[in-house]
């Protein structure tokens, strides 16, 4: 049974996001540092996100409305203006932050694009995975795209059915053993983890060390090979 189409996850697997956002995390610790330390202020804001993620999907803005309510609850309702200010300057920072490739991206999307069908799989804002698929220059690339409020084993099936052959013939690869592999596998499909060198806690899960559709790789570049070998044997 051929492979036809490979899914990709965005953030951290095509271009840099995670270290954006603890760059943002430390600004805001120092911000709020006079109302609590380091250890508090890193847990309420991940309680918070974790609070707000069905209500605010994930994305920089979901972070950012994040931020400004810990804000609120650590200084009992009546953050200071300037502290609002600067948090919402960070935001704003974020969403024009330079998108920056991984090493080897280049070259092994352009490779993969002639042999495969691919399709982008991203969670996120809207507009801003768009502004990040256009500036990193692969948009051309994909079949498809698909930004989706989360990433379970019913949006693997409706994705590689409906840009693909299926599951059963498909690779996901991505940073995420949460979102990327554990999922896709449940739907039949490759997976392949290839992690970033931070990776956001709601994201993490056991690796699945035996499944037979699993693999795991440093590199993007070496995912053309992979997916090759994967083939023949499937």
Same mark, same amino acid.
């Given at each position: 049974m051929p492979i036809t189409?490979?899914?990709l996850d965005a953030d951290d697997t095509l271009w *840099?996001? =995670?270290s954006i956002f603890r760059l943002t *995390? /430390?600004?805001f610790v120092d911000l709020l540092s006079d109302r609590a330390d380091h250890d508090v202020l890193e847990s309420r804001l991940a =309680?918070? =996100?974790q609070r707000n993620l069905r209500l605010y999907g994930y994305g920089i803005k979901g972070f950012t409305l994040?931020?400004?309510e810990t804000a609120m609850e650590l200084c009992d309702g009546e953050a200071p203006p300037r502290v609002i200010r600067e948090i919402l300057a960070a935001g704003?920072?974020?969403l024009g932050h330079p998108v920056e490739t991984l090493a080897g991206v280049d070259e092994a999307m352009a490779d993969l694009a002639e042999r495969y069908r691919l399709v982008?799989?991203?969670k996120g804002d809207l507009l801003d995975q768009e502004r990040k698929l256009a500036a990193s220059g692969l948009g051309d690339l994909f079949v498809a795209v698909e930004i989706v409020s989360e990433k379970d084993r019913g949006t693997y099936d409706r994705v590689f059915d409906r840009h693909g052959t299926g599951a059963a013939e /498909?690779?996901?690869a991505g940073n995420s053993m949460k979102s990327d592999v554990l999922p896709a596998l449940e739907a039949g499909a490759f997976a392949v983890h290839i992690p970033y060198h931070v990776t956001w806690a709601h994201e993490l899960a056991e690796a699945p060390e035996n499944h037979p559709r699993y693999g795991a790789l440093e590199t993007i570049a070496d995912l053309p090979g992979w997916i090759e070998k994967a083939g023949l044997r499937s």
């Open positions: 189409t490979v899914g *840099h996001n =995670e *995390h /430390a600004r =309680e918070v =996100e994040s931020m400004i704003r920072e974020m982008l799989i991203t /498909a690779v996901m």
